[in-house]
């Protein structure tokens, strides 16, 4: 697996090789990206190139999903009766490294439009998300991405916990 300089972390990757082999319920369906916009640096000015996501050159660095992987969730996204968005797709700080999530949020916005539930969760998907200028057509946004996925795994929140707890 040639990732170049792009952010690993390696006491993740266990956990992340037992998620890929997990059996979904359903219709639910994890779908990784076929291709990269890889960049030389994250400073100006910079090369980029699109490439396969297995070929980012030694000194590269992944900086966002490129057009195959647009097309391939873009069209996955249409079809979906709920959604759920944890983290952007790359650095889209950077206007040229961030097409993906902007298409990515405007897509979302449009099966909302369309009768899909969405939910994004995590102040850089929020951030995201209103760069694109979508919020107001996304079911729910919050700001706290990790206590939304708490949230929708059924755990109980501490501060709601203490709202609750009336010893």
């Known amino acids: 697996l040639n990732i170049g300089k792009s952010l690993l972390e390696e ?9 890929l082999k997990m059996r979904l319920p359903g219709a639910v369906q994890m779908i990784l990206p076929d291709d990269v916009l890889i960049a030389d640096k ?14 980012i050159p030694e000194g590269w660095i992944g900086v966002d999903i ?14 979906a009766g709920t959604i759920v968005w944890n983290g952007p797709m790359g650095i889209f700080e950077t ?3 961030a097409g993906g999530t902007i298409a990515m949020a405007k897509a979302i916005a449009e099966a909302s439009q369309k009768g899909a539930v969405s939910v994004v969760g995590g102040g850089d998907s929020a951030a995201a998300i209103a760069k694109a200028g979508v919020t107001d057509k996304i079911s729910h946004v919050s ?11 059924g755990k109980v929140l501490p501060g709601v916990a203490a709202l609750t707890d009336r010893s």
């Open 11 to 19: 006491d993740r990757i266990a956990e992340a090789d037992s998620l």
């Open 42 to 55: 994250l400073e100006a000015p910079f090369q980029t190139k699109i490439v396969d996501k297995n070929s």
């Open 66 to 79: 490129g057009p195959r992987t647009q097309k391939l969730f873009t069209d996955k996204i249409a079809g």
């Open 95 to 97: 206007d040229e490294f």
């Open 143 to 153: 700001t706290g991405g990790g206590a939304s996925l708490e949230f929708l795994e």
